[in-house]
């Protein structure tokens, strides 16, 4: 569905557009990569920042081996520094029903960062339950599971440097 080339182009693109929007700020950015999907655009994106950040982890489960969203979102692994008044990107690999997002940015608005934006390589807003703002969007795919870039199907195809859709 998309070439590696495609992506590294758009990852460096968004980078310098990150970059730019917080060019300003006077403590690092604070990157919250959601595992384990967005492990692998997180360090492309952190790698093509040219602004000092801070790298951190957040741990959500709601799917199971399936392709489909049990619809319940557990936070499984909280980040380990206190975040208020830290400007905190979250950063995630699909946005599909919603959920997963909905319930860290909850969950993160709580601890009072100065400013608290999203960057998610891939929307898939066919299958949106909550309608969740992205402010940093990679692609809009299509109503198709996908794979690759550090998403998995079953825990399996996360090493695949393109992104394929799964038949
Ligand atoms: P949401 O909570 O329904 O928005 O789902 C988001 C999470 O589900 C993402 O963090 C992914 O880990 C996972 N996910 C959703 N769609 C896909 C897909 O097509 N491939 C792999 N993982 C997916
Ligand atoms: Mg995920």
Redesign the pocket.
């Known amino acids: 569905m998309i070439s590696s080339e495609r992506i590294s182009k758009r990852v460096r693109l968004l980078g310098r557009e990150i970059s730019e929007v917080y060019a300003d700020i006077e403590t690092p950015l604070v990157i919250v990569a959601?595992l384990?999907?967005?492990t692998v655009f997180a360090a492309d994106l952190l790698r093509s920042l040219a602004i000092p950040a801070e790298l951190e982890f957040v741990r959500?489960a709601?799917?199971g081996a399936g392709?489909r969203?049990t619809g319940r979102?557990k936070i499984a692994h909280m980040v380990e520094g206190p975040l208020a008044g830290r400007h905190v990107l979250l950063v995630?690999?699909?946005?599909?029903?919603?959920?997963?997002?909905?319930t860290i940015l909850r969950r993160f608005r709580k601890m009072k960062p100065a400013s608290l934006r999203v960057a998610a390589l891939?929307d898939?807003p066919a299958?949106r339950?909550i309608p969740v703002h992205i402010d940093f969007t990679g692609f809009a795919i299509p109503d198709?599971?996908?794979?690759g870039y550090g998403?998995?199907?079953a825990g399996l195809y996360r090493e695949l440097p393109g992104i394929y859709a799964?038949s």
């Open positions: 959601i384990k999907g967005a959500a709601s799917y392709t969203t979102v995630e690999d699909i946005v599909d029903s919603g959920r997963t997002i909905h891939l898939r299958r339950e198709r599971f996908v794979i998403l998995d199907y799964l």
